[in-house]
């Protein structure tokens, strides 16, 4: 859905530089959700925020990676010395307050490392 | 715990014709939502429909349709008059509903690859 937008679309990283990745939700939704996608996988769920806090980071890696979404501004996904094995797609999603029903992702950013 | 499995990897499916894209679910939570994605090979993700534990009918929304049977926990996916266009990657979710609406992460299945053959 255009409304959650997602940027970089695509990013390319030499191994050891820092990726970030921006999500901004749509309007009115205070829910994001990260997720990744490897070639020719299903999403894996990474963290679960709202505004400023982290509500389940479970699905994180314990280094290199950290999200945050503050009061003000995007979400943002941070993947610190990057190596190959981080080349993925990286899903943003948000939901509503008010509904159950509207789970909206972006177009993601596809992270390339060279 | 969540869980969503799609035991078809692939299926192809003749232009026109309907197809059946099954998924099935476990979880000890009342209250869950289901969903269903469509992903093209441009890679974005399609919110295609939604079904509520407690909903009476099953969901439609055009040419899709989900076959919700609560006792077997499952949700299939059914596309009715198949178009090439609907040749993607289809991926069935599940989010639990706690009273308070907070809301919980979305949990994917493994996903399903469609051909519709012309």
């Known amino acids: 859905n255009a409304g959650v937008m997602q940027n970089p679309r695509h990013l390319v990283r030499r191994r050891g530089q820092e990726a970030r990745l921006r999500c901004s939700p749509m309007k009115g939704h205070s829910h994001v959700y990260w997720y990744r996608q490897l070639p020719e996988e299903g999403l894996k769920f990474m963290v679960y925020?709202?505004?400023?806090?982290?509500?389940?980071e479970s699905g994180m890696p314990k280094e290199r990676f950290s999200a945050e979404f503050p009061k003000e501004g995007p979400s943002i996904l941070r993947i610190q010395q990057v190596v190959r094995g981080d080349s993925a797609a990286y899903f943003c999603?948000?939901?509503?307050?008010?509904?159950?029903?509207?789970?909206?992702f972006g177009q993601g950013t596809r992270l390339t490392v060279v | 715990a969540q869980k969503i499995t799609q035991t078809q990897p692939g299926m192809f499916v003749q232009e026109k014709e309907a197809v059946t894209l099954d998924c099935t679910y476990d979880t000890s939570d009342p209250s869950y939502g289901l969903f269903w994605y469509k992903q093209p090979s441009s890679g974005e993700m399609i919110f295609l429909i939604y079904q509520g534990s407690y909903d009476q009918q099953n969901a439609t929304e055009g040419r899709y349709s989900l076959n919700f049977q609560k006792a077997r926990k499952s949700a299939n996916l059914v596309i009715s008059a198949s178009q090439l266009g609907d040749s993607a990657m289809y991926f069935c979710a599940m989010r639990e509903l706690p009273p308070n609406n907070a809301g919980n992460m979305l949990t994917f299945g493994g996903g399903t690859r469609l051909m519709v053959k012309p």
């Open positions: 925020l709202q505004k400023e806090n982290i509500i389940d």
């Open positions: 999603a948000s939901l509503g307050d008010s509904s159950n029903t509207e789970a909206f």
